[in-house]
């Protein structure tokens, strides 16, 4: 904060500051919540259905997710929403049916490929869009959007390739903690200054490498805020859950 006020001109606000927190300024918060309001109603429909028409089911909701969806934009036209959140897991929960099965491992062995295969169009759209189209909002979103195929494929790839690893690095896992955490301070309004002017500035100047080297700068700041977070809020929360449980 400090740094971005001095160093980097932000004019800063309190209640910018406050509302940036705020869930009903941030989609993904406020889809987030609903989407942990439709779980146990998820859950109930999806422990009553065999595989069999658990596929069906997917094939189906992909259908109207990405054709007509991404396609069409009748539906979900974006996939900022719980609804996509929903389909997301319901996904997750399809390919955990099939875990155990050879064709799952062979799959899952390539899923790396798969995602790099992915990258290519992305990378692609990212080059298109930002040096040879004039900037459109509603543009951007629909290629960057939840639902589109080549994102969820990408997911799907790492999802399936990180399955296979059981990772023990205690540094992944301290970094995992702060996830949530990172992304919401990279929401606030002083980061959005950040990455919209400075960075946007530094890209026209030296291009690529300038945005891939912010971007870590950016990770690591809100990494390290998070986690210093983290490591406050629990040993507190920890001491109110067992004075409650003393109380009982």
């Avoid at 899952?108 to 490929?113: H, R």
């Avoid at 790099?116 to 004039?134: A, D, G, K, R, S």
């Avoid at 390739?161 to 990279?186: D, P, T």
Wanted: charged share 10%; aromatic share 22%; glycine share 4%.
């Amino acid at each position: 904060m400090c740094f971005c006020v001095l160093v980097l001109g932000y004019l800063f606000s309190w209640s910018e500051l406050f509302f940036s927190y705020f869930f009903t300024h941030n989609w993904f918060v406020a889809a987030f919540i609903m989407f942990l309001l439709l779980i146990p109603l998820v859950e109930c429909f999806l422990c009553d259905i065999d595989n069999k028409t658990l596929t069906y089911f997917v094939i189906l909701l992909t259908i109207f997710n990405v054709v007509f969806g991404f396609g069409y934009g009748a539906v979900n036209s974006n996939g900022y929403n719980a609804a996509n959140f929903a389909y997301i897991y319901i996904v997750a929960r399809w390919f955990k049916s099939y875990s155990d099965t050879s064709v799952y491992k062979r799959f899952a062995s390539n899923g790396l490929l798969l995602w790099l295969i992915c990258c290519v169009p992305l990378v692609v759209e990212f080059i298109i869009l930002t040096n040879y189209i004039p900037w459109q909002e509603n543009l951007s979103q629909k290629y960057f959007g939840y639902n589109n195929p080549f994102i969820i494929l990408s997911t799907i790839g790492l999802f399936m390739y990180f399955s296979r690893i059981r990772l023990q690095n205690c540094w992944i896992n301290e970094v995992a903690k702060g996830c949530f955490g990172i992304f919401l301070l990279h929401t606030i309004t002083i980061f959005i200054y950040y990455r919209v002017n400075i960075i946007g500035e530094w890209y026209h100047q030296f291009g690529y490498v300038a945005i891939a080297l912010s971007s870590v700068a950016l990770f690591a700041a809100c990494a390290v805020v998070a986690l210093v977070v983290e490591h406050i809020k629990n040993p507190y929360m920890q001491r109110c859950f067992f004075e409650k449980i003393k109380l009982k």
